[in-house]
């Protein structure tokens, strides 16, 4: 069975998504990012797995590229609740 997510792929869009949402000064960039990650991804599994490109080549990197943008809203909620709750214990 093909792996679908591969975490080379996730952790290099994440990386890049970062730089793109922490350099570029725009509201629309939050809206190219998923584009921009779901074709890096593509990129990276043609890159790593090599042509042609098949429809297992294809999801595997779009779900890759894609999954990075949820990991880093993830991440971003993770970290802000936390700082929530550690102001919320200094002002109690």
């Known amino acids: 069975m093909e792996q679908y997510l591969n975490l080379i792929i996730i952790l290099i869009c994440l990386c890049l998504g970062y730089i793109l949402k922490s350099k570029v000064k725009t509201e629309k ?5 998923p584009l921009i990650m779901g074709l890096t991804g593509v990129l990276l599994a043609v890159w790593i797995n090599g042509l042609p490109l098949t429809p297992e080549i294809l999801l595997q990197g779009l779900l890759s590229g894609l999954a990075s943008t949820g990991c880093y809203e993830l991440f971003k909620n993770l970290l802000e609740e936390r700082i929530k709750n550690i102001i919320e214990g200094l002002i109690k």
């Not at 960039?29 to 990012?33: A, S």
Request: glycine share 0%.
């Open 29 to 33: 960039v939050n809206d190219w990012i």
